[in-house]
């Protein structure tokens, strides 16, 4: 392999011209041939058995170049890309130069690389800043939240009534016959939770353990097409009714839930944190505005492949977030209307600001000789075992040394940034942060890369099937393959 020539391009391309030369292009027709011949069909030999010129002897010489020079490409690119030392960011488009023959052949491959990247000001900025506050009914939210947690449901002898739960079996008739998705059996429905299509729950109140009872309901005009707007049966059977049985607030209650003695200093705990909290997403959000503002001062000619790499990863981190609400991702596409190619262009603007935000840390690690040793890391992983409650060992096998040290980075660089700053009253700062619109990505604002808690949702269990019911919003948080050388 020789490079012929490597060029620089717009958009932080670059053009390698690139020479396979008679041995190497050898090397792949021999592998080309042991690849395809058994599917080639020699009269008087087994298949797989002819000889690789009895081959190029009936159907010519050229017969395996095709799938040699598809073998040879990724070596060769691969190979010239090194030699170059080039930082690649996304797959090549790769187009032949001339003829090939047994002598070799010249490709050319046009490919994205890792943009220069030009800094504007980094230090002295100022940004809005919220100050904390935290109030009785704040604390009081947090003890509701604990007290939802550990109200039980009990079974009761008497009708259903609103904030009951119903055990049901159900299915919905549509024109006298059964339509797909309208079938549950044992399902828990809480009455008042407007989870079923609209009417549906009203009809139930008043029902008892033992009651069967048919449900009239006319689907809303904007649900899906195959029932928006048709009147349809649901035969409900009650099994069980349940109430809910609410814990007292005392000091009974705070040791059960807890590891206070009394209520008051449960409150108080709670408050602490709840100011913790707020700091954090105070610092949070005044980290943030600064480096929108470093990321939008920096110069780079960004290549459309980071960009569209970055807009796939919002669109995968999406398809994550619905599978995690229970909700298949074709069928979520289905109630919405959306799109895939919607979704990805609705993602290509935060992804700019994503990737700006990328390169803007990057830059500033390299202004400022940023390094993270052995140390740091391990004193991270360590940290990591502790907030996820895991052996250190553990984290070290799910997450890689090197992706440590661009996070204790990428940290360094956005202190070094916040330490410089100035902080302002929100209603302060020079202008307004306009609303963010809905995208299908995890978030529309940028992020930069810092390490998440992991929540569990208590006392929540996977729901089986329910009557088809109105889709409810809910809120959410590659470049292709080089083709063959023709």
């Known amino acids: 392999m020789s490079v012929k020539s490597c060029e620089k391009l717009e958009k932080s391309q670059v053009a390698l011209t690139i020479e396979v030369e008679a041995k190497e292009f050898e090397a792949a027709i021999e592998k080309a041939y042991r690849k395809m011949r058994n599917k080639i069909n020699v009269p008087g030999f087994r298949p797989g058995k002819a000889p690789r010129k009895i081959i190029e002897g009936m159907y010519g010489v050229e017969v395996f170049f095709d799938e040699a020079i598809n073998i040879a490409f990724p070596d060769a690119y691969e190979a010239a890309v090194k030699e170059k030392e080039l930082q690649v960011v996304g797959y090549p488009s790769v187009e032949l130069v001339g003829e090939c023959s047994r002598q070799g052949f010249i490709f050319k491959a046009v490919a994205p690389v890792y943009p220069e990247v030009t800094l504007g000001q980094y230090k002295g900025l100022s940004a809005p800043k919220e100050e904390v506050h935290v109030t009785s009914e704040d604390v009081d939210r947090r003890i509701q939240t604990l007290t939802d947690r550990n109200t039980r449901l009990v079974s009761v002898e008497r009708e259903a009534k609103e904030g009951d739960t119903a055990v049901i079996d159900f299915e919905g008739f549509l024109d006298g016959k059964p339509f797909d998705g309208g079938k549950g059996s044992n399902h828990s429905l809480e009455l008042g939770s407007h989870s079923f299509v609209p009417g549906f729950e009203e009809q139930v109140i008043g029902m008892k353990a033992g009651d069967e009872k048919d449900i009239d309901i006319t689907f809303p005009e904007d649900y899906h097409a195959d029932l928006a707007g048709k009147a349809v049966v649901f035969k409900v059977k009650c099994h069980e009714v349940k109430e809910k049985e609410v814990p007292v607030l005392d000091d009974e209650f705070a040791k059960d839930v807890s590891e206070f003695d009394t209520l008051n200093e449960l409150k108080a705990d709670l408050e602490k944190k709840i100011t913790e909290e707020r700091e954090k997403d105070a610092q949070r959000g005044f980290e943030d505005a600064l480096m929108e503002q470093v990321a939008g001062g920096i110069t780079a000619d960004i290549p459309d492949a980071m960009v569209e790499g970055q807009a796939r990863q919002f669109l995968e981190n999406f398809r994550t977030q619905i599978a995690q609400q229970g909700i298949p991702y074709d069928q979520y596409m289905q109630m919405t209307g959306m799109s895939e190619a919607k979704l990805l262009e609705d993602a290509k603007e935060p992804a700019l600001r994503q990737v700006k935000m990328d390169l803007a840390v990057m830059a500033i690690i390299k202004a400022e000789n940023i390094e993270a040793g052995d140390e ?48 302002v009253k929100p209603e302060e700062a020079a202008a307004p942060a306009s609303a963010e619109e809905e995208k299908p990505a995890e978030e529309a604002k940028p992020k930069r890369t810092r390490k998440k808690k992991t929540e569990s949702a208590e006392g929540e269990t996977a729901e089986e099937k329910k009557p088809a019911r109105k889709p409810r919003k809910k809120k959410t948080e590659e470049p292709e393959e080089p083709k063959d050388a023709e």
Do not use: L, N, P, W
């Open 376 to 423: 740091d890391v391990e004193e991270e992983y360590k940290k990591m075992a502790e907030q996820f409650g895991m052996d250190v060992e553990m984290v070290k096998k799910y997450i890689q040394a090197d992706q440590v040290k661009d996070q204790i980075c990428s940290r360094r660089a956005v202190e070094i940034v916040r330490e410089s700053a100035t902080a």
